[in-house]
């Protein structure tokens, strides 16, 4: 463990669990305006979901390459009151149980009492269920055979697998467009749903294309105030990889003032599946020659997965002939020390231009 990961690890380790009022108070601000009330529930949901990531806080925090955070900051817990609705008691036993507990400070609990609560009663998932649950139902809650109801949980994950990192959001975007142009408005009595339901989809992939550029945008700005000229380069890195990818990489980099700085090295790593065809290399020599015009001072690229290098340092005797470009010279991977290993392993691993 290098000394960077070792502080961003006792950093999180030491971070306070507490309760983040942060979402709860953005959808109850989207729920209360009169756009909610004009559009269908899948598109509401939607547009709930593109409100908070248009308005919730960028976290980044110092030395980190990997970001992103639920809250305002590590280990800040959002609440769903749209989906069970925590009560002032509830918020207190949370602070004070010995196990498992989450901080709850007095701006919470008085955000809770004064805006969460009054909007929410009466209209959580929860509280509709149980408002048609039949008295058996109720009896046996009281009995303590079911519980959970989510009360103590934010809801399940549901996630896209490779589709969303082998495709990205634009070309999801554009099969959603697709679909919604192949409806059958005449002949499929459901077309109506669906149209919604799509529609809905192309809204919340957009809020994450948003999301990813809010990152980038505040990313910049870091960058701009840095100091260090290696944190510098890392933001700015960061930041091309929330835009687009390698194309992106370039042209941040390429604001660099080389002359300043005594002269830059960019690294880049693509997948060798990415030029094994003609249309691949010749990407490559364009974004080559794309970054020279920009007044680019070095670049320099490993052609390797990086479960291949991991797969290196597990079994060296197999892989003795894996040469890595370092860092203006190249050299045997498993030559190399751990730490450099690693860094070479987190290298973005590029799968298109």
């Known amino acids: 463990m290098n000394k960077k990961i070792k502080k961003l690890r006792d950093q999180s380790q ?10 709860a108070l953005l959808v109850t601000e989207f729920y209360k305006s009169d756009l909610a009330h004009q559009v269908s529930v899948p598109v509401r949901r ?43 008691e509830d918020l207190k036993t949370l602070d004070t149980r010995p196990k498992v507990w989450f901080r709850v400070d007095k701006e919470t609990m008085n955000v809770y009492r004064d805006v969460i609560i009054p909007f929410w009663k009466g209209k959580s998932n929860r509280d509709l269920i149980f408002k048609n649950l039949d008295k058996e139902w109720h009896d046996a809650y009281v009995a303590g055979v079911f519980t959970e109801f989510q009360e103590q949980r934010a809801p399940g994950h549901t996630v896209l697998g490779k ?5 990205g959001f634009l070309d999801l975007k554009k099969e959603i467009a697709q679909a919604i142009e192949n ?37 910049e700005k870091l ?31 390429a604001k660099i003032d080389h002359l300043r700085t005594g002269g830059t090295l960019l690294n880049q790593k693509f997948t060798p599946s990415l030029l094994e065809d003609e249309k ?14 920009m007044d680019g001072h070095h670049i320099q690229f490993n052609v390797v997965t990086a479960d ?46």
């Open 183 to 219: 409806l059958d408005f005449f002949n499929d009595p459901e077309a109506f749903a669906k149209r919604e339901e799509l529609k809905a989809m192309d809204i919340a992939a957009g809020a994450v294309i948003c999301f990813a550029e809010r990152h980038a945008d505040t990313l």
């Open 14 to 23: 030491n971070a306070i669990p507490r309760i983040s009022a942060e979402r």
């Open 308 to 353: 291949t290098l991991r797969k290196a340092r597990k079994h060296p005797e197999d892989y003795k002939d894996l040469i890595v470009r370092v860092a203006g010279y190249s050299d045997y991977f498993n030559d190399l020390g751990e730490e450099l290993q690693d860094e070479i392993i987190r290298r973005t691993e590029n799968e298109e231009f």
């Open 223 to 253: 960058s701009e105030e840095e100091k260090d000229e290696d944190r510098k380069i890392e933001l700015m890195q960061m930041a091309a990889i929330c835009r687009k990818g390698p194309s992106a990489v370039i042209k941040s980099a």
């Open 280 to 293: 691949g290399l010749d990407s490559l020599v364009q974004l080559i020659r794309s970054y020279f015009r």
């Open 163 to 167: 589709k969303m990192f082998r495709k």
């Open 46 to 88: 939607a547009l709930a979901f593109e409100y908070i990531l248009e308005n919730k806080k960028i976290c980044i925090n110092d030395g980190e390459l990997i970001v992103g955070e639920r809250g305002p900051v590590p280990k800040a817990v959002p609440t769903y009151p749209e989906i069970t609705l925590h009560s002032l």
